[in-house]
């Protein structure tokens, strides 16, 4: 089993990278063209949308035709928004739009929220298979999506998307591999997933 990480150049991809070979699982580094050769594929984010949406927006069809594929997709933070039509952070950018919906800024006063915050399990999924509800998870945002497809919410002065699916396709809001114990669970049972569709 392989496991692709997505670089477009400005993602926390070492991090997720540690995360994974710590659960004894191969991961490596994949620019987009590559993407279908992989059992599952991580978009991880750090930073603007603005960059995620230069970067990959050539790569719109590859990248959907994966997300189509019923092959496990994990995005993370940036990689969670990209999902989306469009993006209201220092201007309009747009999606894949796979999910319908915009990506906008939290009504909390202090931004970004950085730190540690509850989930909100509303559905059960594989995803989160004995993950308890009042986990905490680790965050750097500004923006997020609404909670119309989340699995799992969170709140900063609204509440937003923590982790959503469809499908063999899941993106959380948070960083996984900076959440401790529980995020490692998570990346653990995407490997899990990852097994069930080989």
């Known amino acids: ?14 991090s997720v990278i540690n995360a994974f070979n710590y659960l004894k699982v191969d991961a490596v580094i994949t620019n987009v063209e590559n993407i279908l ?3 599952a594929v991580v978009l991880p984010g750090v930073g603007s949308f603005e960059n995620i ?14 997300l189509n594929s019923g092959k496990p997709f994990l995005g993370i933070c940036i990689g969670l ?7 209201y952070e220092n201007g309009e950018w747009n999606g894949l739009g796979f999910f319908k919906g915009n990506i906008k800024k939290l009504s ?6 950085i730190g540690w915050n509850k989930l909100n399990i509303v559905k059960k999924t594989r995803l989160l ?3 308890r509800s009042d986990s905490y998870v680790y965050y750097i945002n500004s923006y997020a999506a609404d909670t119309k497809y989340a699995i799992a919410s969170s709140f900063y002065g609204n509440e937003f998307a923590a982790v959503i699916a469809s499908g063999n396709v899941f993106a959380t809001q948070f960083h996984p591999e900076k959440s401790g114990k529980v995020g ?10 990852t097994k069930e569709c080989k």
């Open 129 to 131: 298979k004995d993950v």
């Open 1 to 14: 089993m392989k496991i692709g990480i997505i670089d477009y150049g400005n993602g926390n991809i070492q």
């Open 37 to 39: 050769d992989f059992d």
């Open 53 to 66: 949406s230069k970067s990959l927006d050539f790569y719109k069809k590859n990248i959907l035709k994966y």
């Open 184 to 193: 490692l669970k998570i990346l653990k049972n995407f490997v899990e997933v």
């Open 108 to 113: 909390a006063e202090k931004l970004p929220q």
């Open 81 to 87: 928004q990209y999902l989306f039509e469009k993006s």
